[in-house]
Structures are given as C-alpha cells and as structure tokens.
C-alpha cells in the first residue's frame, strides 16, 4: 500500500526544520465585483503580510454579539463548549457559537467578512470552528508561538494552506491587554515541528500549546528576516488572518480584559481529511467535519 | 513600651487599603545649578508621573557596562551575587556589581545620573542596592504589579518614600520584549498589603513575588484615574523612576532579551532600621546596611 503523501509534515519525530510553502495565499483571481470586496492594495497587504486589519468594520454587531454572548452563557450552561472561570463564574470561551445562535451564525454569513474570505479563498467556503474567546484582565495567560495550520494539518487533517480565521474584537486590543502578536510573512514558511502528537493532545493544547511548537532556533531564523507585529485596534475592528502565520500573545497584565469572535472559514476545496497524526480527529467543535457552505 | 510608628503599614494581617501618600516626592528646593540638572519641566514630570526617561543621555557607557558585564560573569563565579541560567550559563543577574568593578561604582557617581537624583532627593544619597538584569528572549518571565517601596519599608527598614532607582537600558526596551510598564501617579498612594511576610520571604520573590503584591481590586481602584504606560527606549537611555510608583512587567515572547544596569540612591537622611515586618534584614546585596556617601 502506498504511504499516503503529507505536504506538510510536522511532529514525526524528525528535527525541526523550516519547509518553504507551497500553496498560493491568494486563491483565484483575486479581485471582486462586491462592494465588500477587498481593493487590490488590501489584498496585496494581506498576501504579503499574512493578515489584514479593518477598523470599525463590525462596530454596528457589536452590541448584538454582546448580548449573544451573555444568552449563550446561560442557555448552553453545562455544555463542553462553554467554559467559564471555575472560581467567578467569569466567561472565558464559547466553542461553536454559530451551532448555537442563529445570531451568530448569522454574523458569520454577514457579506464583508464572506466577501472578502471567498475572494481570498477562491471558493466556496464553510465554518471549520468558531469561537468566543475573553482573556481576562491581570491574570490572562500567555500564548506561545505557533501556526495555526500546523495544529489543524495535523490534528484535523487539514491538507492545504486554504483557510481564513476572521476575529472581530469585542474589547479595545491594545499593547498592554495580551494583544495578538504576528510575525508578518512568516505564513510563507511552514515550521515542521519536532515532536509527536499524543492522543488527545487538544485537551492539553487548549490551556497550553506544547505539541507544534517552533522551537528557539526556528523563530531566531525567522526573526532575521521578519519582524513582531501587535495587532491592536478599536472593538468592532475586523481582522482577516492568514491559517499558517505565526502568532502568539504575552500575558495580561493589565486591568482590561480582551475579547474576540472568530470564525475560522475553510474552502470548501480543501475539505478535512484523516489528521495526519494518525490520531483520532478532534471534536466536532475544534473541527467540523459535516460542512455547511455558507 | 512604646509601639513603633510605622507611617506605612503593610503586610500586618489586616485588609488592603489604599493609603494617601504624607512623603513629598522632591525634597528640597527642587532647582540645580549644575549643567547636569533637570529642568523644572523635568522635575514636575517626575513629579506628577512618577518617573522620566532621558533617552541616549548613557550611549557613551554602553561599551564600557556591556564588557564589564561580561567580566564579572568570570571574576563572580560562585558567589551569590551572580545568577546564571543553569542549563545555558546565559547571565539572569548580577546583585551589587558595584562592589565589585570599580568601573560600575564609577558610573554610580556619575554627574548626569548622580546629581538629579539628589536634585530630587534634597540630600547626599547612597547606593543601597544595584544590579544588572537581563530578561530573556522567549522565556523571560512577567513580574506583577508591584511598589518597590513597600519591600525596603517591609523588608529593609526603609521608613520613607526618599529613594530613586536610576535605570540604564543595555538594549533597546520595546513593546514587545517584556518592557517595564508603570502606572504613572500611583506613587502618591500606598497600597497597604494583605498578608504577612514570611522569613527569608525575598529567596521566593526575587523568583515571583507573591507577598507585597497589591490584589485586583486596589489595581482596579488606581486604574479608573491612571493608566498604564511602557518605559520604552533605545540602549543608552536613563530611567528615573520613583521608589513608590507601580510597575509591572509581561513575559518576554519575543526574540529580542531585555538588559539593563539598575542603581537604587537613598537619602543619607533615610538610612534603613530594621525591617517593619519584624523579620531579619535581607542579605547586603538587597539592602545595604553600611552607607557610603557618594
């Protein structure tokens, strides 16, 4: 029997190494006759930089997705998918929203986030994961580097480059909250991981990434060339963000909490085989493997 | 027998409480004949902000630090004074490398850092701490909001707020590579801290600091009239940086380390008594007990 082919192969106990990438990361023609669509000079950024910032974009769902958020907290009380702070009772993230919300899920179709995904994508496209995140204020932890694709070829089969996460801030994200770190063209490279995956590694991975990890020397060599970019902007800002670019987040410090929605849209071209780890897939609500084209 | 007066009680089994600064913040009569001196602007700077920035005003010596530094990594060896890494031998801290290179007690009395701190101490002034700190890429670790001033008056016996610590940045200080961030206008209050101090308390806090750390309501009470703010600026600059003003500092993700040469100048009109807590004083590198006039 053939040995199936993995374009992006990480954490199969080889040494790390850094693999150029392969797949495009505009999708199709790239322009779009839509008003929603992206301009030429905003798909360039979004090529080369491997994300995309949109102020106040969304300010008009703000509230809408507040209050959601809050109903949701008591009507999917007791579910996996909402986990609140043990001690205050304190959300700290909803998976899968979308499945839960007519609200959301709309928001989710709403055309200047879909417009711009699909021009970028070149597809059809479907919700692979959705999320409400919040990372509370003095205590909020630290996230390490990490590509998002990585996990996702991995742990969810996920062949090709070919996915967008899109978050709208629901708090102010500025340098002292935890923002969001990038390394801005890091999305053209892809680190092989050293390292194996174990079984039902998202259990340790979602409190903290150890599995897919680029190590000191891969993030050194990346540096030279590349530079850390915050991600900071008003709530209501729109963020469009390459599946395989680097980011990670320091802890907060500060007395401000920091919130997000994000949807993660997949072509629907590039639809969720077996994870390459060989492990089971993750759950349903990490990755969805009954797409609805939206 | 009397009870001795302690104007800033903390850490004595009571409940936090926030406690309106009685110390002046510039002693004397606040001008300077000399070329080094601040200005009055400067000086109201620090007065109302609780610290200041003097960016290149230390380029010269940067050389001159960085290969002592690297000296006393050898000639220190073994002793207590010098923290290295275990596994890489990188440099953490040296305590007190004034006592030990006369090159570094030379730039203590340095003119341009030596005669505005007794501008704003209204006094001759001696060393009672100093170190060289170097956070690392990466890993470096945050530290939580905290006044320094609460340890020497609970630990060492420093009974008023008449201290500076005068900073030099061995590299650039950035927002992304675990900078220090301070609350401008909270040394003009005192957080009194819950709990006790426990013996030899300083061989944990030097690691993380848990006692002496203001909880999140007192934060959050100081934040609804102040905002936090980075101490950013290339090696070379001279932070002033008052001994009550609160400061914290996020983890280090980033690939770039963060060093620096720390002086703390106290009023010879403040030398340490015994700690308040009632504990042993610490060791002569933390707090030093037999002053010489600078």
Redesign the interface.
């Known amino acids: 029997m053939l040995k199936r082919y993995d374009p992006y192969p990480s954490r199969t106990g080889d040494a790390e190494q850094i693999i150029p990438r392969t797949d495009p990361v505009i999708y199709g023609a790239g322009h779009s006759d839509r008003p929603q669509g992206l301009s030429r000079e905003q798909l360039a950024h979004y090529e080369q930089k491997g994300f995309l910032t949109l102020p106040g974009l969304m300010d008009d769902r703000l509230d809408t997705i507040r209050a959601e958020a809050d109903t949701l907290k008591t009507t999917m009380a007791g579910r996996e998918e909402l986990y609140t702070e043990p001690d205050s009772g304190e959300l700290r993230t909803i998976f899968k929203p979308h499945a839960y919300s007519e609200t959301i899920a709309r928001i989710a179709r709403d055309p200047r986030i879909l417009e711009p995904v699909k021009q970028i994508l070149g597809s059809d496209v479907y919700l692979t994961q959705s999320r409400i995140n919040r990372k509370p ?2 205590k909020g932890r ?1 996230f ?2 990490h590509s998002d694709f990585e996990t996702w070829h991995v742990e969810d089969g996920m062949r090709h480059m070919r996915a967008v996460t899109a978050w709208i801030m629901l708090t102010d994200n500025h ?2 909250n ?1 923002p969001l ?1 990038v390394i801005p063209g890091s999305h053209k490279h892809y680190v092989s991981c050293a390292g194996t995956t174990e079984e039902k590694n998202y259990r340790k991975s979602l409190k903290k990434q150890v599995a897919g990890v680029p190590g ?1 020397e891969s ?2 060599t990346l ?1 030279k060339d590349h530079t ?1 970019e ?1 991600v900071y902007g008003k709530a209501g800002t729109l963020v469009l963000h390459e599946c395989n670019i680097l980011h ?8 401000d909490p920091r919130a997000l929605l994000m949807f993660v849209y997949n072509s629907v071209e590039n639809e969720l085989e077996q994870p390459f780890s060989g492990q089971a897939p993750r759950p349903h609500y990490l990755a969805d493997r009954e797409p609805k084209v939206l």
Chains 1, 2 share one sequence.
């Open positions: 204020a003095f630290s390490a580097w340098e002292y935890g770190y000191k993030l050194e540096l850390i915050g990670g987040s320091p802890d907060n410090i500060s007395g």
